[in-house]
């Protein structure tokens, strides 16, 4: 059965994610963007309330690697938090008014899967590969960002396999499409990781800035405040800034591909830990993560809808 404070399986999740979504119906409505490599429909939640002018949107993904099992957890506390704190919380009110977030709860799903019935440490899609028996592309390095050129491997049986090409991987294209296709709405892109407890902006394909100096002041600042906030209950501590500064150079990445798309808000969660458990976070840690991170993102959103 599904639960908050455990690991849910795929199956456990895709009822929860029709049954949440029917029950709250008013806030919630689902659209289906493609099918995985094994057929698997991948569906987002688009949070907010209904309205007949189009709404400016938070895009938000979790789970692009397979074993890092508290970031779907996250998608689905921030779901269910969502809805049961509208109307209460002043601020998740304020936001769903003007605002929709949308959620992917999983977005490698076969992998996801796979993690839970073979192999537990598995990283990647679960696509084949012609000429090899490696399976398998990362892909947080099949994105069209600096796609390939460093920190990505072009052997198919690395861990960090960038694809045979851009968008190989149909999960990487049925969300690069939807983002492209709601590039208007869209004004920020939250994607969430595990683990060392980092909270990452643009770029890691580069050692570049942003090129606006405004816009750099205002990422750092957004990062800090939210790093902040995140620290304010429990004292964790979490190191923020660009990705190929603060953690290494490695292309191909979601984050920057949106950030160069246009969507000027763009970041990559690492949550709990720092390494003690690393991707086996247990089951214990998954609410005090989740409190702690709903205040990182809430402050991110914040930000934006104030400066939309
Ligand atoms: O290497 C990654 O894809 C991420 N770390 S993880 O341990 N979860 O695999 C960091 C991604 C940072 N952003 C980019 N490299 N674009
Ligand atoms: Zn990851
Ligand atoms: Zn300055």
Not at 119 to 126: A, H, I, N, Y
Not at 224 to 249: C, K, N, Q, V, W
């Amino acid at each position: 059965a599904h639960g908050y404070t455990k690991y849910n399986t795929w199956s456990d999740i895709e009822s929860w994610i029709t049954s949440i979504s029917s029950s709250n119906s008013e806030l919630i409505s689902t659209e289906v963007i493609g099918k995985t490599y094994e057929g698997r429909p991948m569906t987002v939640l688009k949070i907010g309330k209904k309205s007949s002018s189009t709404k400016p949107a938070i895009f938000m993904d979790c789970g692009i690697h397979a074993r890092e099992w508290i970031s779907p957890a996250f998608c689905q506390w921030f779901v269910n938090e969502a809805v049961s704190t509208y109307g209460s919380d002043a601020q998740m009110t304020s936001l769903l008014n003007q605002m929709d977030v949308i959620v992917l709860p999983v977005f490698n799903i076969d992998g996801y899967i796979y993690t839970h019935t073979n192999d537990r440490m598995w990283r990647k899609t679960r696509a084949k590969n012609s000429g090899t028996s490696c399976i398998g592309t990362d892909p947080n390095r099949n994105f069209d960002a600096g796609w390939c050129t460093v920190g990505a491997s072009s052997n198919p049986c690395s861990e960090t396999f960038c694809g045979s090409s851009v968008e190989s991987e149909i999960e990487v294209k049925n969300v690069a499409n939807f983002i492209r296709k709601n590039k208007s709405i869209i004004k920020a892109y939250i994607t969430i990781h595990s683990y060392s407890q980092l909270l990452l902006f643009p770029y890691s394909y580069t050692y570049e800035l942003a090129a606006d100096h405004s816009e750099l002041v205002s990422q750092h600042h957004v990062a800090e405040g939210a790093s902040a906030a995140l620290r304010s209950l429990y004292g964790t501590r979490y190191t923020s800034g660009p990705g190929a500064s603060t953690i290494y150079l490695a292309a191909g990445g979601s984050d920057d591909w949106a950030y160069d798309l246009g969507v000027k808000y763009s970041y990559t969660f690492e949550l709990r830990d720092t390494g003690r458990y690393g991707f086996l976070l247990p089951e214990s840690q998954i609410k005090p993560t989740c409190e702690e991170t709903m205040l990182a993102v809430k402050y991110i959103a914040a930000y934006v809808q104030k400066n939309l």
